[in-house]
């Protein structure tokens, strides 16, 4: 399965720098935030704020950067996890 990143602003309080996770149909998967450079436990890194279908879970994890947030979900979504 593929996907496609859109940037979108999150009204999170901090940082609102925000993509969506689309499939091929243009159904949301995930939406990934920017966590703010301010921030002391993991700065400037990306957190996945909400996911659906196989990215939901208790765990929301932080990434590096997008190639690694991608690199996650793409890892996700074909093992059906």
Not at 50 to 64: K, S
């Amino acid at each position: 399965m593929s996907f496609t990143l859109q940037p979108i602003r999150v009204a999170t309080g901090f940082d609102e720098e925000g993509m969506l996770v689309l499939d091929e149909e243009q159904r949301l998967l995930a939406v990934l935030t920017h966590i703010s450079d301010e921030n002391e436990v993991a700065p400037g890194q990306w957190y996945l704020e909400a996911g659906f279908g196989r990215l939901d879970g208790i765990n929301q994890p932080t990434f590096a950067d997008l190639d690694a947030a991608q690199a996650w979900i793409g890892q996700r979504l074909a093992s059906g996890q």
